[in-house]
């Protein structure tokens, strides 16, 4: 999969000299967040829909407004991984997209680049997934990667799915047939399982005797 074949160029960018009117029709037309503003193939930066609505003097032109854009963008090298989180940390569903020129190109949009994500072998290959924790200091993703690998089994892919201070939680897709095994492993090496897993033995065998011991309390 080509990330750049997710370029989009069906909206047309505004520029300085538009009209507020122009603006507010393109966002009550298209459910957008954002507008490119480009002069002379130049970013000039990204209107937000929130503010536009705001203008009451339709006739105005964007210049006037121009301490209203905000200013990011992406390259065509981006990934899909990095596209995800510039979109989440600009509360976006647009992102332009310039050349090694720094020229504008196009967009991306963000429900395009969440399919291709959902699509992609990491979610949709069969497997399993494990949730695990450590302490900050503890934590190694090249051990993680051997504990996985040692017990026969594939890492498809892995990310920090949570942290404070002191821990950090590490979301796993596994190809196993021996899941139990890398579980136990983990454990050994003082990892904590967050997920509960059908073939983990060892928390079967904790209820066993979980509810051994609350028979015995009831005699």
């Known amino acids: 999969m080509k990330i750049n074949d997710f370029?989009?160029?069906?909206?047309?960018?505004?520029?300085?000299?538009?009209?507020?009117?122009?603006?507010?029709?393109?966002?009550?037309?298209?459910?957008?967040?954002?507008?490119?503003?480009?002069?002379?193939?130049?970013?000039?930066?990204?209107?937000?829909?929130?503010?536009?609505?705001?203008?009451?003097?339709?006739?105005?032109?964007?210049?006037?407004?121009?301490?209203?854009?905000?200013?990011?963008?992406?390259?065509?090298?981006a990934t899909l991984l990095d596209l995800i989180a510039l979109f989440a940390d600009n509360d976006s569903n647009l992102i332009p997209v310039l050349n090694k020129e720094m020229q504008y190109v196009g967009y991306y949009e963000l429900c395009d680049i969440l399919d291709?994500?959902?699509?992609?072998?990491?979610?949709?290959?069969?497997?399993?997934?494990?949730?695990?924790?450590?302490?900050?200091?503890?934590?190694?993703?090249?051990?993680?990667?051997?504990?996985?690998?040692?017990?026969?089994?594939?890492?498809?892919g892995a990310y920090i799915s949570s942290e404070n201070m002191n821990s950090v939680e590490v979301t796993l897709k596994i190809v196993s047939e021996e899941v139990n095994e890398i579980i136990q492993t983990f454990r050994r090496y003082g990892y904590n399982v967050i997920t509960q897993h059908e073939d983990d033995f060892y928390l079967e065998e904790l209820k066993d005797r979980a509810a051994y011991l609350r028979r015995y309390l009831d005699m």
């Open 116 to 156: 291709a994500f959902a699509n992609s072998p990491f979610l949709h290959n069969e497997s399993d997934t494990l949730i695990i924790d450590r302490n900050k200091t503890d934590y190694s993703m090249s051990q993680v990667a051997q504990i996985v690998e040692t017990n026969n089994g594939k890492l498809l």
């Open 7 to 77: 370029i989009l160029k069906e909206i047309k960018a505004l520029t300085l000299n538009s009209t507020v009117r122009s603006a507010q029709n393109l966002c009550k037309d298209l459910p957008i967040t954002h507008i490119p503003v480009v002069e002379n193939n130049k970013l000039i930066g990204c209107l937000p829909e929130s503010d536009i609505q705001t203008i009451e003097n339709k006739n105005r032109t964007l210049s006037e407004y121009s301490y209203l854009l905000d200013h990011f963008y992406t390259d065509e090298n």
